[in-house]
């Protein structure tokens, strides 16, 4: 069996350390900070065998240097030699054995060019997608289109339902209050931002979601969904003369841009 346990860091990151039962050897995902990552290792009695990385963002790298020194762990990432350290480089449809499982990579290109996000078969499917999905969102267009961002959340949503989704931020609260202003008439988020709440009131992070959820609690997947497109142009947020384009790229596309001021 395989747990996953996040480590907090910084404001609101979790670095997902990944750990095989009987196992002294654990794997981390986006380690930001190298201080707690350390940290738990210490006090666990643990060694680092691997990093996994999703892409450049220092808040998902900055650890690296002074892991690498501590542990000479194995570091997987994407084909950026901006990132110092990677000894593995995996594209798509590459895949890597970590703790006994094999993890298929996925580009993920939007938040970022060099996006790749990690995802494992069955038991559940275990998805670790950095800054792409979030519990509710999706990462911001730093570098990417729209079209990009919206192809691989396509992919990501076509996942197995049962696939655990372990995104890099705790963004979940936010993200349900823009879902609300969005999709005023899902009747499942009052529901589920009264458990969100009550979670994080006991300090608990609201992560893993999974796929059924998001497919069920997430604007960013519903930009085909005609209610959604007609509340966007009630809204000022979409052109109603908008019949040259794709209206599912076009929604997407107005859903990201009113995200960004909200």
Not at 6 to 24: E, T, V
Request: charged residues 20%.
């Amino acid at each position: 069996m395989m747990s996953v346990t996040p480590i907090a860091a910084f404001q609101d990151n979790y670095i997902w350390l990944i750990q095989s039962d009987g196992s002294n050897a654990v794997a981390v995902v986006d380690p930001g900070d190298a201080t707690p990552v350390i940290d738990i290792l210490e006090s666990r009695g643990l060694t680092l065998d691997t990093i996994l990385i999703t892409h450049h963002h220092k808040d998902h790298t900055g650890g690296l240097p002074e892991l690498i020194k501590r542990y000479q762990p194995r570091v997987i990432g994407p084909h950026n030699p901006a990132i110092q350290g990677i000894d593995e480089h995996v594209a798509q449809g590459d895949t890597c054995r970590v703790q006994g499982r094999l993890f298929e990579v996925m580009e993920v290109p939007g938040h970022t060019l060099d996006h790749i996000a990690f995802v494992t078969s069955g038991m559940p499917g275990l998805l670790f997608c950095g800054d792409t999905l979030f519990s509710g969102g999706c990462g911001r267009l730093f570098e990417g289109t729209a079209q990009q961002m919206h192809d691989s959340l396509s992919r990501l949503a076509a996942l197995p339902e049962d696939t655990l989704v372990f995104p890099a931020h705790e963004y979940t609260l936010a993200n349900l209050a823009f879902a609300q202003a969005a999709e005023p008439d899902n009747s499942l988020l009052d529901d589920v931002i009264a458990d969100c709440e009550r979670i994080r009131a006991l300090g608990r992070p609201t992560l893993p979601s999974n796929i059924n959820r998001e497919r069920h609690i997430n604007p960013f997947l519903h930009s085909a969904n005609p209610t959604l497109q007609r509340h966007l142009i009630q809204e000022g947020r979409l052109s109603a003369s908008s019949d040259q384009e794709d209206p599912a790229l076009a929604a997407f596309t107005a859903l990201r841009q009113w995200k960004d001021s909200f």
